[in-house]
């Protein structure tokens, strides 16, 4: 029995899962220079959200266990998106050569499975 007996838990479908281009998540991205730039020369100006430490630590993991658990995207109105954590691991990704980069995104509301689907077919290597 719940603790609260007034109290349901919404049912979420699973987080769906899929690999995306660097290339086009910065061709979206890029639009807000102050937290997103794969350029290290930008990245080090003052405009930028940038925390070198985390870019060490995901570059040391990429090359020592090759494992990078998943970027979380968040949906925006219609079937825009923003990266909720993961910047800098895909930053990571980019300058070790990688081209792709597993992708999470978490159904919010209903009709959210839809919106992912396109997404991952817009984002598709």
Request: hydrophobic share 35%; charged share 30%; proline share 7%.
């Amino acid at each position: 029995m719940p603790r609260y007996p007034h109290w349901t838990e919404a049912e979420f479908p699973a987080a769906k899962t899929f690999w995306a281009s660097i290339a086009k998540i910065d061709e979206k991205m890029r639009e807000d220079p102050y937290r997103w730039t794969l350029s290290k020369e930008a990245r080090l100006g003052q405009y930028a959200d940038f925390k070198p430490g985390k870019l060490s630590h995901w570059k040391n993991i990429i090359r020592t266990s090759g494992q990078v658990t998943p970027t979380e995207l968040s949906l925006r109105g219609g079937d825009d998106f923003d990266v909720m954590d993961g910047r800098h691991r895909i930053y990571a990704l980019h300058e070790e050569g990688f081209t792709d980069v597993l992708i999470q995104v978490l159904p919010m509301e209903p009709g959210d499975e839809g919106k992912i689907d396109r997404l991952a077919e817009r984002l598709a290597p």
